[in-house]
């Protein structure tokens, strides 16, 4: 099932409702799911590899803890800072900016041309980092079962 964009998130509590919540696909609904996107995301850094390998450790821990409760919702959303912590560093490491497109001009409407790559050494060893915990989150057997039982319970539909 798609990940709803639908629910009025600021009022949910998935921790109380995981019958609400949908993985999605990637990092869908990283910072809408409450209250896990509160606990994660003070951690969540990547400007330096030293920064990144603190930040990545960190939440993985949580990952950790999170399957220690079988809270999968908590996990699955550990594993998309992580792949979000990849995915933004790996960004800034190929455009200073951070911005991967620009508009052509105003007229184009939609079309948008992709920036030339500026790579940054630095952020490119941040994505890697990330990149590590991230896999190992989500290849983690517990995990796997966990998102198995939660996509039989509640995402059948």
């Not at 960004?91 to 105003?106: D, T």
């Not at 939609?110 to 500026?118: A, F, Q």
Request: hydrophobic share 35%; proline share 6%.
């Amino acid at each position: 099932m798609p990940f709803d964009y639908s629910l009025d998130f600021p009022n949910i509590n998935f921790r109380q409702h995981p019958e609400l919540y949908r993985v999605g696909k990637g990092e869908q609904g990283v910072l809408l799911v409450e209250p896990y996107k509160s606990e994660i995301l003070p951690y969540w850094r990547f400007k330096t590899p030293e920064i990144a390998k603190e930040s990545s450790e960190k939440i993985y821990e949580i990952f950790l803890v999170y399957l220690e409760n079988n809270d999968f919702i908590g996990a699955d959303m550990a594993r998309k800072f992580l792949q979000m912590g990849y995915t933004r560093s790996r960004r800034y490491a190929n455009h200073k900016s951070g911005r991967k497109y620009k508009s052509i001009s105003p007229e184009s409407g939609d079309k948008k041309e992709v920036l030339p790559y500026d790579v940054d050494p630095v952020k490119a060893e941040s994505a890697a980092i990330f990149k590590a915990k991230w896999i190992q989150a989500k290849t983690n057997e517990k995990y796997l079962q966990l998102l198995a039982e939660h996509k039989r319970m509640y995402e059948l539909e």
